[in-house]
């Protein structure tokens, strides 16, 4: 994995949707395949438990949204997405220093439903998996997500 000189992977850039629930946990950093949205961040203390663990909490917050971004770019933006299930395995553990990224696959999209899975890794090893579904709904006028 190629890093630039602040510690980032190649083609990973300030995330391009910030939130109230996520405004704690910046720099978050995300990078845009054909087939889906990649979020990313470096470990640091606001990302723990209180064992010094990453934090189930963090890694399914950025699950359902990578997962949820991937599916809302596999439509073109057209429509918002609302969270239907969100399950995840946690099968390891992240530390303090270690990059973070949730990488997802679209399984499936419709007209009112969308599947995607996800891998999430600190640095290469799997910590965790993850699948959800999401309802397709109409966009509200004051949804501004970048296209």
Known sequence: MTMNSIGIPEGFEPHFRKS???????????????????????????????????????????????????????????????????????????????????DSEVIKTGITICFAHSLIKADDSVIARANATFRVVPKHEDDTHPR
């Open 20 to 102: 109230p629930f996520t405004d704690p946990w910046e720099p978050l950093y995300s990078k845009r395949t054909d087939k889906a949205v990649i979020i990313g961040l470096r470990l640091a203390k606001p990302h723990t438990n209180a064992r010094g663990n990453v934090h189930g909490g963090l890694i399914s917050a950025l699950a359902d949204n990578a997962m949820g971004y991937s599916c809302a770019q596999a439509i073109g933006w057209a429509s918002s997405l609302a969270t239907i299930t969100l399950v995840v395995d946690f099968t390891g553990i992240a530390q303090i220093g270690q990059w973070l990224t949730v």
